[in-house]
């Protein structure tokens, strides 16, 4: 399988917090979320254990690997790559592996996950659950054909599961792939998907993570959300894009993601044909708060991960040096300026 280990090491704004200082930060932001509350519209999980295990542990950086690969419609097939996967990740020394969307089943034609779709609890999502654990490694799984509230539809979930196999937090995708491709296939993944409605984040050993999926990366307000609302470092994108979106889009979005919210990006991609009618971009990537990719396989549409370090202190030194955060324009400036 191909690998890619590539980390880096500065950023043209430099690093401006120490160590003693970075910790400080970070302990304040955990101890103000722990006593939070998540309104109706948004489901924010927080724990400070995790963040905080690795401050308190000295780490400014922590290893994180993303996934290609080219699922089929086989679910035995797709469960044992992803298991080769993990094992790969967990010997580069990886807290967090991500997979891409429709990891564990990519069906022929439209429809047909529904015929696989399961709840959390079934025997499909609990196996990757038992790979978790055994490698004593977060996984980001999504999206998951998780059983839907009728026959007729199923949920793209984006799953979260910590180092224990225990599921920490699920994201619905928001946004649904209705699309005419120019000089390609129609999709409309409504006719067969629910529409989740909640924005998730959720801390782990990596950061504090903001779960999307696929299509959404096309919507920078959720990003937004994510960031200045719910604290998140990392975005989540795992992905399964066209051929055709993915050669004009795919890269461009992704940094774009990365650069106007100052966080790392970790994009987990399904690469190449699945079947006679499918075939998806690939590139799977870690791009860093300041948009550089630090994290590439050699080949787009090979099978394997690249490997890349999460540093608290860059995201840190980007935030302040460049400090957006307090420079954006409130929903109320932006209705009485358009007035």
Partial sequence: MSFRFHVAHSTPLGK??????HQQHHKHILAKRCGSTSSNSVSVKSRAGELDSVIMAGASS???????????????????????????????????????????????????????????????????????????????????????????????????VDDAGNIRSTYRKMHLFDVDIPGGRSYKESSFTEAGKDIVAVDSPVGRLGPTVCYDLRFPELYQQLRFQHEAQVLLVPSAFTKVTGQAHWEILLRARAI???????????????????????????????????????????????VADIDFSLIDSVRAKMPIAKHRKSIDFWKSASL
């Fill in 260 to 306: 106007e919210t100052q966080c790392y990006v970790i994009a987990a991609a399904q690469a190449g044909k699945h079947n006679d009618k499918r075939e998806s971009y690939g590139d799977s990537l870690i791009i860093d708060p300041w948009g550089t990719v630090i994290g590439r396989l050699p080949d787009r549409l090979s099978t394997g991960i690249a």
């Fill in 16 to 21: 401006i917090r120490s160590s003693s200082t």
């Fill in 62 to 160: 922590v290893r994180v690997a993303v996934a290609q690969m080219t699922s089929i419609n086989d679910l035995a097939a797709n469960f044992a790559t992803s298991s080769r996967l993990v094992k790969e990740a967990a010997s580069a020394g990886a807290k967090l592996l991500c997979l891409p969307e429709n990891f564990s089943y990519v069906g022929d034609k439209d429809g047909d996950s529904l015929k696989v779709a399961e709840t959390l609890d079934g025997p499909i999502m609990q196996g990757y659950c038992s790979l978790a654990r055994e490698s004593s490694m977060w996984l980001s799984l999504g999206g998951f054909q998780e059983k839907g509230s009728d026959d007729a539809h199923l949920c793209n979930t984006h799953v979260l």
